[in-house]
């Protein structure tokens, strides 16, 4: 193997590495106990009853990553090179990860509760009222510690505890907005969307993926799963990830090369024939001199 060939080889290993460390502390911090803040039984805010997930994570992430896979794949057909499908799906998965990383970590500083705490929560009534009368201090229905209990008086299980202190920011909005922010540049890159040429189209098919980002955020608070607050902060953070990681593997949508990722050096985008690797070297130069 030559010295260029292992440098291509350690560049690749590098990005995957890094995006394995990101998943494994993804992981982690998913069991991570979040902070537990007392809360008041009238509450309304975490009154809600528990109606599920309409969708659930684990499907969708399989759903979305299969589409996203078969779109940057489509759009790579005629100009194939491991080079640019590596570099798209890189950032594809390093968008979302990253994003659900950064969410995750709020959680379990902020440990706020779901809409529907108290219902899942399954109140020991017995315990609340032996904690009730450990405050004789004072005889007013309203003195604080009367009125603040933690998750000792909840019946549900330790697991499902933590889970329903996990609600700001909303992970699924957080995961759904970095992955069709990223797809939904990506196809505009690639389709040249600031070409000057305004086919209305362009922009129909571009808006897709926030139709579906949208329709995934706003569920979370028609199940009672998350307060708008929630689904806010995490579809900007989605957002903002989507955006920067973006930009860092592709150039400019005004870029008259915006469906061709930035190249490390030349032959990165070696392909099997003469013709091909011509063409490669042709683009390489039009970008350096653009």
């Known amino acids: 193997m030559s010295d260029e060939q292992n440098k291509k080889s350690n560049h690749f290993l590098i990005d995957w590495v890094t995006l394995i460390i990101a998943i494994v502390l993804l992981g982690i911090t998913a069991y991570v106990p979040p902070f537990e803040r007392q809360f008041k039984l009238d509450d309304i805010t975490i009154s809600h009853p528990h109606k599920g997930d309409t969708f659930k994570m684990g499907p969708l992430v399989g ?34 990860t990253i994003s659900t990383l950064f ?7 902020v440990g706020r509760y779901r809409p529907d705490f108290i219902d899942v ?16 201090v004072s005889s007013s ?9 933690n998750t000792t008086i909840c019946r549900t299980s330790k697991k499902d505890l933590n889970e329903e202190r996990r609600s ?39 808006s897709l993926p926030y139709f579906v980002a949208i329709t995934v955020a706003l569920s979370r608070v028609f199940d009672y799963r998350h ?15 989507g955006v920067l990681t973006y930009f860092y593997y592709f150039p ?15 032959g990165y985008c070696r392909k099997d024939s003469q013709e091909d690797n011509e063409e490669n070297n042709r ?8």
């Open 63 to 96: 759903v979305s990553s299969l589409v996203i896979i078969i779109i940057i794949a489509g759009f790579n057909i005629k100009k194939f090179t491991r080079y640019n499908f590596h570099q798209a799906l890189m950032g594809a998965l390093f968008a979302i």
């Open 103 to 109: 969410a995750h970590v709020i959680k379990m500083f």
């Open 121 to 136: 929560c399954d109140v020991d009534f017995e315990k609340v009222q032996e904690l009730y009368n450990k405050y004789n």
């Open 141 to 149: 229905i309203s003195y604080g510690p009367r009125n603040l209990y």
């Open 168 to 206: 700001f920011p909303s992970g699924h909005s957080s995961y759904i907005f970095s992955a069709m922010t990223y797809l939904s540049l990506f196809i505009a890159g690639q389709i040249n969307l600031m070409d000057k040429k305004s086919y209305i189209w362009k922009y129909f098919v571009i």
């Open 227 to 241: 307060h708008w607050e929630d689904v806010t902060v995490g579809s900007l953070l989605g957002f903002v990830f």
């Open 252 to 266: 400019s949508l005004y870029s008259e090369h915006s469906d061709i990722p930035y190249q490390r050096h030349h």
């Open 283 to 290: 683009i390489l130069n039009n970008i350096e001199m653009s």
